[in-house]
């Protein structure tokens, strides 16, 4: 499964929230969830945890983290950088949560008013506003923070981005975990274990999922197919086919026939409404 690199271009942000990323991703942020109402689960590092309303989620600096949604979801969503509070960088960069975590009967009760309320000043562009959220967000680590375990980071988090980085940087060249491991000054076979044990996947079955997720785009452009086995990074159409029927369960064709009916199926639905 691809995962997604986030560069953030702000320190801090808080916003309300009606669904969560499905998309695994990755970022040298935290991550807070607070849900009000509805229910899930988040992925952190490749385990599972449940998600019940007033439950609230912490991931640190560059843990692989994705959510799945039961029912429609509302709460609140904040991302911040581990320098953001020169006291606490230091455990936020070397430790990770055991369980990440906290239930409803754990937490404060008015962390979901608290949210709102950073919420609302980060809306401005005021000074003193940012100040008073970066106070409540403050507060509340200072809260919750003592009602968690850690654990020594397992010092491979930094190994795992840069890999990440290079490979959705690269995916389309030819990219065999000879030529990453010489790119990366890396052991070919650390750089495999890291794929197999910490993100449960081979290396060469993440990268022709990035190249698949790329023929897909392509394919909605109407280039040819040859084009874009070769535009994708595979080596031969039959390989990009092999592939593509691999991730996709149906061939690169087929996935256009399909793709372009639903395009007609959907102008005809809009020209039904308009007509009515």
């Known amino acids: 499964m691809p995962y997604e690199i986030e560069n953030r271009k702000w320190d801090f942000t808080a916003i309300p929230i009606h669904n969560l990323l499905p998309m695994p991703h990755i970022h040298p942020h935290l991550e807070l969830i607070y849900l009000e109402k509805g229910s899930g689960a988040a992925v952190l590092d ?3 945890y449940v998600l019940e309303a007033g439950d609230l989620f912490l991931s640190f600096p560059n843990q692989i983290h994705f959510y799945h ?3 429609p979801v509302e709460g609140y969503m904040t991302i911040f950088a581990p320098t953001l509070f020169g006291d606490l960088k230091e455990v936020f960069q070397t430790k990770i949560p055991v369980c990440p975590v906290l239930h409803k009967d754990q937490i404060p009760s008015d962390t979901g008013k608290r949210l709102e309320k950073m919420c609302e000043k980060l809306k401005t562009d005021l000074s003193y506003d940012k100040i008073g959220a970066k106070g409540w967000l403050l507060t509340l680590l200072g809260e919750i923070l003592p009602l968690m375990a850690f ?13 990440l980085k290079f490979c959705m940087e690269n995916y389309t060249e030819p990219l065999s975990l000879q030529s990453l491991s010489k790119a990366l000054n890396l052991n070919p ?4 274990h890291i794929f197999s ?3 449960h996947i081979s290396y060469k ?5 990035l190249r698949v997720e790329h023929a897909c785009e392509l394919l909605e452009k109407g280039s040819s197919i040859t084009y874009i086995a070769y535009a994708s990074g595979f080596s031969s159409v039959r390989t990009f086919n092999r592939a593509f029927l691999k991730y996709r369960n ?3 064709r087929d996935y256009r026939k399909q793709l372009l009916s639903s395009q007609a199926c959907m102008k005809t639905g809009k020209l039904g409404t308009s007509i009515e």
């Open 205 to 209: 079955d993440f990268i022709n999922n």
């Open 189 to 192: 076979y650390y750089i495999s």
């Open 151 to 163: 654990e020594e980071n397992p010092g491979d988090q930094d190994t795992i981005k840069n890999i």
């Open 197 to 199: 044990e910490r993100m």
């Open 69 to 71: 949604v039961k029912d």
């Open 46 to 48: 490749h385990r599972e």
């Open 250 to 252: 149906l061939s690169p």
